[in-house]
Each structure stands twice: as structure tokens, then as C-alpha cells.
């Protein structure tokens, strides 16, 4: 069962998806009011991407309730303390900070901004299925480094999302926001393979509709699994390696992707707990 505590000196408090599990990782979270469910969805994402690399870790999570507009700032420093100690405490690593810098969270977040953006690319570009011509990038930046990563395919950037969608392109990589791939806008999709860039990124009734429409997505807690396996000590090229042998392995589920690799995941988490963690990661 999730565990959830208040911290002691801060508003603010920590969420554990799989208590028994000795190593945790996950983001770090500072915003006038932090929703618990949000995070527990984050989580949620977090111990699917552990556990579909049968890695022995849980998602967690640490969060800040602190208006950033505030003329007291004291919270900040109050919280970093009391993070560090929990940190160490319970074996956790920050993956991703959220409304928080690495500079205000300390050593509990090690990974620099610049690696985890490494980190991503080499995770979502190993999701693109091999032998894909033409690849849609949904961004409204250049997307430079993405676009070198991705070789020799023909690739572009669109910045309708709707549009992408329906180009007929073999990839469509998502850089968005939770919830972007609802089941609204997958509707007309005619896309091959559908891959987020960020955690969170399709609804139950977007994949749903996606499938029916014979569009594969990638499960994200695949796809955008960098900063956590970076936060875990991997480098940009391992987390290339390890996320094509995860694909490798659920080669040809086609639409029923996702729940093949939350299955294979569920499998490797049963070893850690006899309780599954309630609910699959996908936005609300």
C-alpha cells in the first residue's frame, strides 16, 4: 500500500509506492499547493519505469506545499533539510525537480539539468521502432539534439499536436504536458507509433481510442524513463541500451503495448510486494 507522511517542519510531505522496496527514486516538488494525487501519479510512473527494467527500486516522492512569490523564503532551506535527512534515511534519489531547482534541493538531486535532458533523448529515441522513415516531432522548439539523435530519418517538427497526429508518419514523438494525449485528440490519429517525452502523457481513454484507431503508443514510463534511470546511476548511452532491450522484449503486442509492459512490470514488482500498487500509470 502507498504510504504517505507529513514532514515535520515544512508544509509539505513524502509518498512511498512500494514501502518495502530499499531503494527509492523519484521527483521533488515545490508549488503553492502540491495535489497528492498528482504526485502519487508520478509516482506511480516511476515505479513502472523501475520495475518494467526489473530494477529493485520504488517511486517516491518529496513535496513542498510554498507560494515561490512569497516574501519568506525560509521554507526552502527548512525543506532541504529535512529532505537530505530523509533522504538518507530511506535510500532515496531525486529524479526530477518540480517547481524546485537542484541548487535549492542539494545532493538529493544529483542529476544536472543537461543529463537528464541527455538522458530522455537516449530513452525516446530507442522507443522509435526500428525502420521508421518519418518521424513528427510535436514541440514548439527546434529540437535540435532530438533531431540529431534520431539519424538519418526524415524528420520534422509540428507544433499542432492534432496535426502530427494525423500526418500518417511512422513515429510521433510528444513533447507536452500530462493528459496531452486524451482521447479527443487521438481520434483521427493515423500515426504508427505514438511516444511521450514526459511522464503521464496519455489518458485511459486516449490509449483506448489510440488502439481501436490502430495507433501503437509507448508506454511513457518507457519512453520518458531517462532522469529516473539517470538518478539510478546510469548513463545516456546504458539507458539507450536498456530501454531497446525492454522494446526488444515486448516486441509485437502492437496496440496492446502498454498493458504487455505494465504486465511485465506487475510481474517484477510481485517480487518486491505481495500488494500491487493500485491503478496503472496514466493521466486522470
Not at 531503494?23 to 494525487?37: F, I, Q
Not at 538522458?119 to 527546434?142: K, L, M, N, R
Not at 507544433?159 to 485528440?185: E, P, Q
Request: with cysteine; aromatic share 2%; charged share 15%.
Amino acid at each position: 500500500m502507498t504510504e504517505e507522511n507529513k514532514l515535520n517542519s515544512v508544509d509539505g510531505y513524502t509518498v512511498v509506492d512500494v514501502p518495502a522496496a530499499t531503494r527509492l527514486v523519484g521527483p521533488v516538488r515545490c508549488a503553492r499547493k502540491v495535489l497528492p494525487r498528482t504526485t502519487i501519479d508520478l509516482v506511480r510512473h516511476v515505479t513502472y519505469t523501475c520495475a518494467v527494467h526489473q530494477l529493485d527500486a520504488s517511486g517516491a516522492a518529496a513535496a513542498l506545499n510554498h507560494d515561490r512569490a512569497s516574501d519568506d523564503q525560509s521554507p526552502i532551506a527548512a525543506f532541504a533539510n529535512e529532505l537530505a535527512t530523509w533522504a538518507q534515511t530511506r535510500n532515496f534519489t531525486g529524479s526530477t525537480g518540480i517547481g524546485i531547482g537542484n541548487d535549492e534541493a542539494g545532493s538529493t538531486l544529483p542529476v544536472s539539468t543537461e543529463a537528464a535532458a541527455a538522458a530522455t533523448i537516449a530513452a525516446a529515441v530507442a522507443s522509435v521502432p526500428g525502420g521508421a522513415e518519418t518521424i513528427v516531432i510535436v514541440s514548439d522548439a527546434e529540437e535540435e539534439a532530438l533531431v540529431s539523435a534520431l539519424g538519418d530519418a526524415s524528420t520534422s517538427i509540428e507544433a499542432d499536436l492534432a496535426t502530427a497526429l494525423a500526418s500518417g508518419a511512422d513515429a510521433v514523438l510528444v513533447r507536452g504536458t500530462t493528459g496531452d494525449l486524451n482521447h479527443d485528440v487521438v481520434a483521427q490519429a493515423n500515426a504508427k507509433t505514438i511516444i511521450g517525452l514526459q511522464p503521464l502523457t496519455t489518458t485511459a481513454r486516449g490509449l483506448a481510442v489510440a488502439g481501436r484507431a490502430g495507433a501503437i503508443i509507448v508506454p511513457d514510463f518507457i519512453s520518458a524513463a531517462g532522469p529516473v534511470l539517470a538518478a539510478l546511476g546510469h548513463r545516456a548511452e546504458h539507458i539507450g541500451e536498456m530501454t531497446s532491450s525492454v522494446m526488444d522484449a515486448l516486441r509485437g503486442h502492437g496496440v496492446d503495448l502498454y498493458v504487455a509492459a505494465c504486465e511485465r512490470a506487475e510481474t517484477h514488482l510481485q517480487t518486491l510486494t505481495n500488494e500491487l500498487p493500485f491503478g496503472r500509470p496514466l493521466a486522470p
